[in-house]
């Protein structure tokens, strides 16, 4: 069964780390991400999203795009001001300040767990 991502908080572990984790699932939580932020503590994960961008940003960010089950497919840092390209296969992606993604062991191939809320929410 799939996922339903909701909009909330939790927990992200990688291979080096648990990071808090907020979650954007709603149109308007995805399209506000991280805009006027001078900063984040964790990671964002925008779901579903298969791209971003940083105009109006503030602070450069780390980007992995995730397949459906949390395979990172592509890790990316952006400065603030760019958009970035579609990833055809990824379905979510992963938001922290530029450097965090590498001290957690976030690289291309891992797989990712996110505990969220009261667990997953199925059809």
Known sequence: MRRRWRDG???LR??????PLRVAASYRARTRGLLGLDGIEGALLLTPASSVHTVRMRFPIDVAYLDRRLRVLAVRTMPPGRVGRPRLLARHVLEAEAGALARWGVRKGVRLEADVGGGPDTP
């Open 9 to 11: 908080d939790g927990t």
């Open 14 to 19: 990688t291979p080096d780390a648990e990071v």
